[in-house]
């Protein structure tokens, strides 16, 4: 379905992590994320990693002088959200997974069926479907642009 409030075009976030072994673990057994691939120097810690979420793909590096995880910064500034397939089975395995739910699963005023949570080192994510289809004009949004 497509929703024109919220587009679902491809954009390859990095994100950053404190352990990135850890997060490789954790993303997949979370959120189902696969892993593509993973690099670093041999016999040292994992450096970064590409993960796959359905159609989703980011990137996880490691945290350097001047680069933090939101846990380690003690702030959080983005949120990311991923389309999956069936929002509500996601919801269940992340829930049963024990993670920290901070956005109950709900139809949006905006067309979209999400939920929002925070991973283990504070990122904020929201896993969504499209619902329906609404003009942003319908919820009160000035359209820039045609």
């Known amino acids: 379905m497509r929703n024109r ?5 491809i954009v390859l ?3 950053t992590y404190s352990d990135v072994a850890a997060a490789l673990a954790w993303l997949t057994r979370t959120f189902g994320f696969t892993e593509h691939y993973r ?3 041999p016999g040292g810690p994992v450096g970064g990693a590409q993960m796959y979420l359905g159609n989703a793909c980011i990137m996880l590096n490691g945290a350097r002088p001047g680069s933090a995880s939101p ?3 003690g702030l959080s500034t983005q949120s990311l959200t991923v389309f999956v397939d069936d929002v509500d089975a996601h919801y269940e395995r992340t829930k049963s997974a024990g993670a920290n739910i901070i956005e109950e699963l709900h139809e949006t ?3 979209e ?3 929002g949570v925070e991973d283990f080192e504070g990122h904020h994510w929201l896993f969504s479907k499209h619902a329906r289809d609404v003009d942003p004009a319908e919820w009160g949004a000035t359209i820039a642009r045609t």
């Open 109 to 111: 005023s905006y067309g």
């Open 113 to 115: 069926r999400q939920y």
């Open 13 to 15: 976030p990095h994100i």
């Open 71 to 73: 846990a380690q910064a």
């Open 5 to 9: 409030s919220v587009p679902a075009d």
């Open 39 to 41: 690099y670093g120097d």
